[in-house]
């Protein structure tokens, strides 16, 4: 699961709809990007837009993937 996303949309005061709508994606499938059901990791566009959106850099959105990656 991706905690660290759900968490920083949690303190935006942001639902999933919110952040699906800005990275243009659906609902559904920004849920599953947020629940770990997408295994990919994030493309380059998602992660610029996230970073954006949460006013985070890339590089802790990247670590926190690497963090996943190793607990799995």
């Given at each position: 699961?991706?905690e660290y996303?759900?968490l920083?949309?949690?303190?935006?005061?942001?639902?999933?709809?919110?952040?699906?709508?800005?990275?243009?994606?659906?609902?559904?499938?920004?849920?599953?990007?947020e629940n770990g059901?997408?295994?990919?990791?994030?493309?380059?566009?998602?992660?610029?837009?996230?970073?954006?959106?949460?006013?985070?850099?890339?590089?802790?959105?990247?670590?926190?993937?690497?963090?996943?990656k190793k607990?799995?």
């Amino acid at each position: 699961m991706r905690e660290y996303l759900k968490l920083l949309r949690k303190s935006k005061a942001l639902t999933q709809t919110d952040v699906a709508i800005f990275l243009g994606l659906s609902q559904n499938y920004y849920s599953s990007i947020e629940n770990g059901e997408r295994q990919k990791d994030l493309d380059l566009s998602i992660l610029i837009k996230l970073s954006k959106l949460f006013n985070v850099s890339i590089d802790y959105i990247i670590s926190e993937e690497e963090k996943l990656k190793k607990s799995e």
